[in-house]
Nanobody, 123 residues
Framework: QLQLVESGGGLVQPGGSLRLSCVAS????????IGWFRQAPGKGREGVAC????????IYADSVQGRFTISRDNAKNTVYLQMNSLKPEDTAVYYC????????????????WGQGTQVTVSS
């Protein structure tokens, strides 16, 4: 009944852009902070960006600061991750998650997780 579904991943050249979407069903995202996380092959899961319940504050990993933007659209029950100036090191499976407060560290605090969408940055 409660589900998060990511979409928008794909293959893109370095310097290109992608917009990831996270759509919720069975619950309202209005009452959740949302985080985007990623996991590259052979690497641990890394926090990328998160947004507060109200959308009034955001946190970004240093590695994506200035390149990625997280936003939310209440009317569409959707959270986005706009990714610009993509680098090969951004290649990973990207996951969205919903929880009570925004954090890029305490991943266990998130209640719901999507299935992930693959982003590959390669020339």
């Amino acid at each position: 009944q409660l589900q998060l579904v990511e979409s928008g991943g794909g293959l893109v050249q370095p310097g290109g852009s992608l917009r990831l979407s996270c759509v919720a069903s069975g619950f309202t995202l209005d009452y959740y902070a949302i985080g985007w996380f990623r996991q590259a092959p052979g690497k641990g899961r890394e926090g990328v960006a998160c947004i507060s319940v109200t959308g009034g504050s955001t946190i970004y990993a240093d590695s994506v600061q200035g390149r990625f933007t997280i936003s939310r659209d209440n009317a569409k029950n959707t959270v986005y991750l706009q990714m610009n100036s993509l680098k090969p090191e951004d290649t990973a499976v990207y996951y969205c998650a919903a929880g009570p407060s925004p954090t890029l560290i305490t991943m266990m605090a998130y209640d719901y997780w999507g299935q992930g969408t693959q982003v590959t940055v390669s020339s």
